[in-house]
């Protein structure tokens, strides 16, 4: 697929012109409402997924923005889980406060809640196939069989799985929500978004709003994303397998209390994700036995593994949420999402895993100092 690089085409028959500014499988108008680019890039995602069609974002919150928006009105009601992607549950209060949204949280993996919470105005339910940083892996046939009966639509966002680990579609999810900033792209040098769905008049509903809506994707990070597709599977094997080396080893060192990854036997959702998922992802946190300082220690004593946001890409990254990435709960907030003071997160890169665990052990022997 090359690049096309343009904002705009040129046409002969004005007929054409008008009518493909009405409905996304007309010609390319305009950079706004498609590109070929863009297209290939939405249709690769949208078959991977399962979906009948997909609307790309400039990124992970541009889609979300794009369905919230395009799908809701004020004084509508969304069932969410509690654990919820940082921009996600900003971007949920601030529809709350000035747009007169109604949100309701439940566990990821408790049906009879959502059918508790449902009112005559709720609209959609708001899941995450694994949600950061402790990994909860939420009961997607269970919960989207709930929103069916309710009459109620299911966006999942499912950045963590990618669709080589978990394809909600098949589990009844309407929409599937992707920062393809994250694994899709798999190298950390573009920011992008996508939304799938099952159903095509939600598509064209969608994709009519983000023509007005403007978080229109570049096409060249659109053919990046493309290119970094082509190797997703193989990444996602070595994702996983890393992972799993890391946590079971991290289980065992006297510097650690705890690992949060669902692998291990010992997670609160490893029978679930032992269903649900063809492997068990490879973003893995733990809590270290010195609290904070410990944490702040490690984060600097590590080498290979870099100190910086995000995830997916080809480096081990690691970051520690209750002073970054969920600075903005207080004590009560952090401790109902099981984020202690010395949780690190890691997203395990596709290094060699010995120098990966020759890395962190280093690092948990200064923070344990
Ligand atoms: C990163 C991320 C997002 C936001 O995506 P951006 O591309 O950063 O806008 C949304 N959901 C999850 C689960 C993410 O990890």
Redesign the pocket.
């Known amino acids: 697929m090359p690049i096309y690089q343009t904002s705009g085409f040129q046409f002969e028959d004005p007929s054409v012109f008008a009518d493909g500014m009405t409905r996304p499988d007309g010609a390319f108008v305009y950079g706004r409402y498609s590109n070929p680019t863009v297209r290939s890039l939405e249709e690769a995602v949208a078959g991977l997924e399962g979906g009948v069609a997909a609307v790309a974002a400039a ?6 923005n794009m369905v919230l928006l395009g799908l809701l009105q004020p004084g509508d009601h969304v069932i969410a889980q509690h654990a919820l ?1 940082g ?2 549950a900003h971007m949920l209060d601030d529809l709350v406060e000035r747009f007169g949204l109604q949100v309701s949280y439940v566990a990821e993996d408790d049906p009879a809640a959502v059918l508790a919470a449902v009112r005559p105005q709720t609209k959609l339910l708001y899941l ?1 196939t694994i949600a ?1 940083p402790m990994t909860q892996v939420a009961d997607l046939p269970a919960m989207c069989a709930a929103a069916r009966e309710a009459g109620i639509l299911t966006a999942v ?1 499912n ?2 799985a990618s669709p080589i680990l978990c394809r909600p579609i098949e589990h009844g999810a309407d929409i599937v ?6 694994y899709l792209s798999g190298h950390a040098d573009l ?3 996508m939304a799938v769905f099952a159903d095509d008049a939600l598509y064209r509903k969608v994709w009519s709003y983000s023509c007005a809506l403007g978080a229109t994707p570049d096409p060249f990070a659109s053919w990046l994303t493309l290119r970094g597709m082509q190797t997703l599977a193989v990444r996602m094997e070595r994702h996983c397998a890393n992972a799993r080396v890391l946590a079971t080893r991290l289980a065992e060192h006297p510097a650690v209390a705890a690992v949060h990854w669902p692998g291990l036997t010992t997670h609160p959702s490893h029978d679930l994700a032992a269903k649900l998922l063809s492997d068990f992802n490879g973003v893995l946190s733990f809590d270290l036995r010195g609290g904070r300082p410990a944490g702040e220690r490690f984060m600097s004593a590590v080498r290979l593994a870099l100190l910086a946001p ?3 890409g080809v480096e081990t990254l690691v970051l520690h949420p209750a002073s970054t990435s969920h600075r903005l709960l207080d004590d009560a907030q952090l401790a109902q999402a099981g984020i202690g003071q010395g949780t690190v997160r890691v997203a395990v890169g596709i290094e060699h895993a010995e120098d990966l665990w020759d890395d962190l052990t280093q690092a948990l022997e200064i923070a344990d100092q």
């Not at 990124?59 to 979300?64: E, H, P, Q, W």
């Not at 929500?177 to 994250?182: A, F, N, P, V």
């Open positions: 990124s992970g919150m541009g889609a979300i992607y921009g996600t995450e950061n966002d950045t963590f929500l992707h920062s393809t900033t994250k920011l992008g978004g995000s995830l997916g």
